[in-house]
């Protein structure tokens, strides 16, 4: 068994509460993220997917766990794990290219200026943004705004892509399109991803594979679902495929009632939170009902 | 439309200024009944205008605006220590104001942005800060008189002392406020905290500081005249206290015109470096 480029091990956040005791945010959250793959994070507000995120950014700091990347603890933030923002947080005084060109001069200090330039230019080009290079952020239109930004942080060439609800602020039309092309772009690339949403028809074009959380407090993985479609799937044919409902309904259900009584279903059975189950709905057995907890099911290797 | 809104507001702006004038001309006209009820001692004694038959010595718009002519037709005469011209007086204030807004400026920038930068510097010079901010500066001056022992310079200091909270609290609080997320970009990036600092923190906060530095000037302007007044010698505000030891209204409605102006012209030049830096989100 290879060793996996990132590995969540038994996360925990805690906060104080008031007048004593500690709110527990979530706990023993494992989760291996292998290169190359595209991992998607579902779960209600409040269950500290940001938090996940933010931990895996290095800009926050677990209460309990830790978070191994290429064999190491993370101690911060680095260049090798760029992060695609809620907001896309562009830095307003500087242009689209001193953007791009402030994340690759981050990474490449002692790059000329002609390299540096070309090097984003390739990257404006590949958002399709060319034309745009000089506007500032005000200039553009929120889809623009995220092109840049999914631009800046391709360009510094990460390891690893984590996003934060990076569609979330956008009109359903933009966000359509920018999807295809951020599926277009990691298939090509081989980009490893960890993306955070609550959107079930995103995760299921864009994920290899959809990690369930329980709501919080006290949230936790409940299942990893991997995706049953087709990997050439594209946003215009992937209702037509036959797993389609199957893996859509097992996430609704999943979203709409078991996240809120998944601890009845722990009770139940065996959960083990560093091995969460995996199913694969539209195979095998029918997904719907979803297969009680202490069914066999297919485990990951 | 907005050319006839600005056309319209031109017209009324005259009209005001017409009105203005008007009043002021026919309140100072001089009533020719009352020459005869003047003392001729007393006239001896006052000036000109009272032996005159003037209602008042208050001059009328003519007499201001022939005195305005006067000092603009030659500001720069020097003729003896208490006779300068007004442009000469106006230079000496402008240069104290320049001198210790700048010393201000290279004090407040910097120290209020290791301020904002750090939340126990924040808090714990706060107290200090919220104490020395609300003190008039003229309060300062006989301290300054003092303990630096020279006129000129004390003015400097008062100037630097006025002008130095509007534009540390600015830095400070534009520091301070600088949004979580462009840090946030910093720190993915493995940002250095120098490049940080001027690449991310100082544009962002360049606004908030240049709205300080505006604010600061004005006050400077408005505390110059006071303190020129105080400790004599030179400048806009000796000359205004000079003219009113002499009773030239004249003169002295010619110098708040020419403050005024200066006033407006330090604004306008803040205002011109400020949209410099300024962004929109």
């Known amino acids: ?301 | 439309m907005t050319r006839s809104l600005s056309l319209r507001a031109g017209l009324l702006s005259l009209a005001i200024l017409a009105g203005t004038i008007a009043i002021w001309h026919f309140a100072t006209l001089p009533t020719a009944g009352s020459a005869g009820n003047v003392d001729p001692e007393y006239a001896a004694l006052v000036s000109g205008a009272a032996a005159e038959g003037q209602k008042s010595t208050f001059p009328t718009p003519a007499d201001v605006a022939a005195t305005l002519w006067k000092h603009l037709k030659d500001p720069f005469y020097v003729r003896g220590a208490n006779d300068q011209g007004v442009g000469i007086q106006l230079a000496y204030s402008l240069g104290r104001v320049l001198i210790g807004y700048l010393i201000a400026a290279a004090v407040a920038i910097p120290l209020g942005f290791l301020i904002g930068m750090s939340p126990l510097a924040t808090r714990a010079l706060d107290p200090f800060i919220q104490i020395l901010k609300p003190i008039s500066p003229l309060a300062w001056m006989p301290l300054a008189l003092y303990t630096i022992k020279d006129s000129g310079i004390s003015a400097i200091f008062v100037i630097f002392i006025c002008s130095l909270w509007p534009m540390l609290i600015n830095t400070a609080f534009g520091v301070a406020s600088v949004r979580k997320e462009w840090l946030n970009v910093a720190a993915t990036l493995e940002v250095g905290a120098l490049r940080k600092a001027f690449m991310v923190i100082l544009p962002a906060a360049a606004p908030t500081i240049m709205t300080g530095m505006r604010i600061s000037i004005g006050i400077a302007w408005l505390v110059i005249v006071a303190a020129e007044m105080l400790v004599g010698g030179t400048g806009i505000g000796y000359f205004v206290w000079n003219e009113w030891n002499n009773l030239s209204i004249g003169n002295i409605i010619t110098a708040i015109l020419l403050i005024g102006l200066v006033g407006m012209i330090l604004d306008v030049a803040l205002a011109r470096a400020a949209r410099l830096v300024a962004y929109r989100e």
């Not at chain 1, 936790?220 to 991997?226: D, L, M």
């Open chain 1, 1 to 301: 068994m290879t060793k996996p480029l990132i590995s969540i091990e038994a996360l925990a956040r805690r906060y104080p509460k008031h007048g004593g005791g500690e709110t527990t945010v979530f706990e023993n959250v494992w989760l291996p993220i292998e290169k190359g793959e595209f991992v998607c994070l579902i779960g209600h507000s409040g269950c500290g997917k940001t938090t996940i995120l933010n931990v895996l950014a290095g800009l926050d700091q677990p209460s309990g766990g830790v978070v191994i990347v290429d064999g190491r603890e993370i101690s911060g933030p680095s260049l090798d794990r760029a992060v695609i923002f809620q907001g896309h947080s562009l830095l307003p005084w500087m242009t689209v290219m001193g953007n791009v060109a402030f994340a690759v001069t981050s990474r490449h200090p002692h790059w000329p200026k002609d390299k540096v330039r070309a090097h984003c230019q390739k990257y404006i080009d590949v958002v399709h943004l060319t034309g745009s290079e000089h506007k500032k952020p005000a200039e553009l239109s929120g889809g623009m705004k995220q092109r840049v930004g999914i631009a800046r942080a391709l360009a510094i060439e990460p390891k690893m892509l984590l996003m934060d609800e990076p569609f979330s602020a956008l009109d359903a039309l933009t966000r359509g399109s920018l999807q295809d092309e951020v599926r277009r772009i990691c298939t090509e690339t081989e980009q490893t991803v960890f993306m955070i949403t609550h959107d079930i028809d995103e995760a299921m074009l864009l994920a290899d594979r959809i990690v369930l959380m329980t709501n919080g407090p006290e949230a936790k993985i409940a299942e990893i679902v991997e995706n049953t479609l087709p990997k050439d799937r594209s946003r215009a044919d992937v209702h037509k495929h036959a797993n389609y409902y199957a893996l859509r309904n097992h996430l609704l259900d999943f979203l709409v009632t078991r996240s809120k009584n998944f601890a009845v279903e722990i009770a139940a059975g065996a959960y083990d939170p560093r091995r969460p189950p995996v199913v694969r709905p539209g195979e095998r057995a029918p997904a719907q009902p979803p297969p009680p907890i202490d069914a066999p099911r297919a485990v990951s290797a």
